[in-house]
């Protein structure tokens, strides 16, 4: 129980110091862009125009609706960490338990490394999978918060009113929207790092690991599983998972789309053999 209680804790701190950060992923992600792109260098030093960074977009957030701005959405993540890291150690704890009372379970005999790398992703993915059911509400509801900026819109102005909001105009279903690609993407990201990390362990380690507690930390550490960035070829998985409940929330002012620089348009591609300039007419 401490140490649950010492991972909310954790876990709260951490959502705080993020939320900014979060905030405006999710706008850039939806496809947000208030703001011109600025003449800069790419890594290679050739002069490109870009879109303003995360600062940038934090000042005009800012400059709307001050610092508190930067926290909205900010009370249903919070419940979404607390009650999804109850959930996954209450999950891990029945696993544990079930072993220990478990018949002649002193004297099994020790399965192989693969064998135990599988069934403890096996019961990571039902803990995680069980805290997202649980959780996502508060998910779409944080998700719905934030991206009603772009409308200037308050439907979701609390956490309370936000479930009575959702519930009248869409149902039960309608805290579920984005679930399936969210627990695809977590399920398959969960496998693939913790597989490819026994591969490392096994095939291009001289020395490998000892316990299971040894291959989790790793596991995280080298290829970034659990809560940090998720693999590439799950990324669209998460930003169905993001886009879908979001864009059921109502109807949100187009776009904005930034108007580039008339230099912008000098450069020229080649379409069938003769160039073709992109400059505005």
Not at 103 to 119: D, N
């Amino acid at each position: 129980m401490a140490d649950t209680a010492s991972q909310v804790l954790l876990g709260s701190g951490l959502t705080v110091l993020s939320q900014p950060l979060m905030y405006v992923k999710v706008l850039v992600q939806v496809g947000y862009e208030p703001l011109p792109p600025t003449l800069g260098r790419n890594i290679f030093g050739r002069q490109v125009y870009q879109l303003p960074g995360l600062f940038a977009y934090a000042k005009h957030i800012m400059k709307i609706d001050g610092r508190a701005g930067l926290f909205k959405g900010l009370t249903p993540r919070l419940c979404s960490g607390v009650v999804g890291t109850v959930v996954h150690s209450k999950v891990l704890q029945r696993y544990q338990e079930a072993d220990q009372t478990e018949p002649g379970a002193s004297q099994k005999e020790p399965t192989s490394s693969l064998e135990q790398v599988i069934k403890e992703t096996s019961r990571e993915m039902v803990a995680r999978s069980a805290a997202t059911l649980v959780t996502h509400p508060f998910h779409v509801i944080t998700l719905r918060c934030m991206v009603q900026f772009i409308g200037r819109e308050t439907k979701y102005s609390g956490t309370g009113s936000s479930f009575i909001t959702i519930y009248r105009e869409e149902g039960i279903l309608g805290f579920f929207a984005g679930l399936i690609p969210r627990l695809l993407g977590d399920i398959i990201s969960l496998w693939l790092c913790n597989m490819l990390a026994y591969l490392i362990n096994t095939y291009a380690l001289e020395n490998g690991v000892s316990t299971m507690a040894e291959m989790k930390s790793y596991s995280q550490a080298v290829t970034g599983a659990g809560r940090g960035p998720h693999p590439l070829c799950t990324h669209l998985l998460f930003l169905a998972g993001l886009l879908e409940p979001a864009s059921q929330g109502g109807q949100h002012e187009p776009r904005e789309q930034p108007i580039l620089p008339e230099d912008s348009y000098r450069e020229a591609v080649h379409v069938g053999g003769e160039e073709v300039s992109l400059r505005q007419s």
